[in-house]
């Protein structure tokens, strides 16, 4: 629903809220800010800050990989590609498969610092 | 400072002048050269730089030249090495990163200067050391050290040292490893010079710099349900005087303070210091830009300092309830949260510092902009890390953004700010008025006009 509003009204805020927005920007422009995220991620969580954020943080570095999961998918697609990484590297969900190709090629580290030139 | 109103600054204002620059010029700035941490050793005869790519590169103050004072001396290369190396956790199926988060140098013991320098998960005492002499005349040993045929050998003789063009030598002497399951943001030297912090998301480690196997476990704000998580560990120190005494911050914008003499796990804090907060002020951003970044305690031990997104704070350990003194680093940015959250700069982790005399604080801010705050006059100064018009010796000139209506020549409008040129990392001379101020790859070293 909300995608579709985005759609017709790319730019526009609806009336009611374009007075809102004004009234608060001339108290908080924290608030008009707000308003403005509100307006675009709708489903953005009631918490503000909170755990999404901590978990997120917390769970760097991440990267699960299942190889039961990976060679079933493989199996499935014997004649095709193999299953590729997408567009999000870093998403940390059942539904994304690491693959071989996603782990970053182990760098060279002698390379001396620029800093050093 | 360069004086706002354009006139020469009273006799104690500092005019800051470029000294030098290191670094790469090129635009393309590959991830393994972008700067994480910068400090000076005690003295301020030694500067250090951490990156991302896991090496550490220690510039070393040229001595004075007493005839031409023009300057202080320049900072050169000293040493560099690769201090942490990329690794994979496969029991884990953990990434670790090799970029170096924190140095802290320890005072000077003997000959040799070390080091402690930290990623994610490990923590590494390095070894300094310069040779500058070397044995010769070995009776078993060729000079390429291989070995002679003994039955050659048909006279003794003492083997002398010879002077060798200095070499300086890196050695990790202490690996301290595996005692964090979260990220390490902070490492700090207790004034005992014996022990030392480790402090990850969620907890504080107490180390013995001679002992690798074993660590304190001090702070756990771990929750037993994970989903019960609320805050998390940002910044941690050790009081410069007291032994028994360090803070850390939290991601909801507190600082707690804690007495290791009061218990074995220091779970609750002696002190607790946060601003209250107007609840109608309160909005989705509230709490993000309340998180803490860095929190420095002053050379006195009197004070510390707090970093969060758009503001400086100063505390006076004997007051709670509020901060002594705040400092707006860039308060128009407050109307742009809605787009510095979505390209994740609101995130972004400022660290700051105080001068030596605890008279001025510093910290970074966006377009290769940095702010000082001179806590006694109460003014403070806009300046710019740049290639351009950067000669030795000439004085900086004050930049200044303008948050809205109409711009007036030299200003630069909020959005014209380049937000990828981010000054997160900034250190001070701890005697002089020498500041390093890293960009994304380049360290700049600003010093004050000697006449």
Partial sequence: MSQKQEEENPAEETGEEKQDTQEKEGILPERAEEAKLKAKYPSLGQKPGGSDFLMKRLQKGQKYFDSGDYNMAKAKMKNKQLPSAGPDKNLVTGDHIPTPQDLPQRKSSLVTSKLAG | ??????????????????????????????????????????????????????????????????????????????????????????????????????????????????????????????????????????????????????????????????????????????????AHTYHINSISINSDYETYLSADDLRINLWHLEITDRSFNIVDIKPANMEELTEVITAAEFHPNSCNTFVYSSSKGTIRLCDMRASALCDRHSKLFEEPEDPSNRSFFSE??????????????????TRDYLSVKIWDLNMENRPVETYQVHEYLRSKLCSLYENDCIFDKFECCWNGSDSVVMTGSYNNFFRMFDRNTKRDITLEASRENNKPRTVLKPRKVCASGKRKKDEISVDS???????????????????????TNNLYIFQDKVN
């Fill in chain 2, 1 to 178: 400072w360069v004086g706002r109103g354009g006139g020469a600054g009273g006799g104690n204002d500092i005019q800051w002048c470029f000294s030098q620059v290191k670094g790469a010029v090129d635009d393309d700035v590959a991830e393994a050269d972008i700067i994480s941490t910068v400090e000076f050793n005690h003295s301020g005869e030694l500067l250090a730089t951490g990156d991302k790519g896991g090496r550490v590169v220690i510039f070393q103050q040229e001595q004075e030249n007493k005839i031409q004072s023009h300057s202080r001396g320049e900072y050169n290369v000293y040493s560099t090495f690769q201090s942490h190396e990329p690794e994979f956790d496969y029991l884990k199926s953990l990434e670790i990163e090799e970029k170096i988060n924190k140095i802290r140098w320890l005072p000077q013991k003997n000959a040799a200067q070390f080091l402690l320098s930290t990623n994610d998960k490990t923590i590494k005492l390095w070894k300094i050391s310069e040779r500058d002499k070397r044995p010769e005349g070995y009776n078993l040993k060729e000079e390429d050290g291989r070995y002679r045929d003994p039955t050659t050998v048909t006279t003794l003789r003492v083997p002398v040292f010879r002077p060798m063009d200095l070499m300086v030598e890196a050695s990790p002497r202490r690996i301290f490893a595996n």
């Fill in chain 2, 417 to 439: 700010l380049d937000f990828n040129k981010k000054i997160l990392h900034t250190a001070w001379h701890p005697k002089e008025n020498i500041i390093a101020v890293a960009t």
């Fill in chain 2, 288 to 305: 993000i830009i309340s998180s803490i970044s860095d929190v420095k305690f002053s050379h006195s031990g009197r004070y510390m300092m």
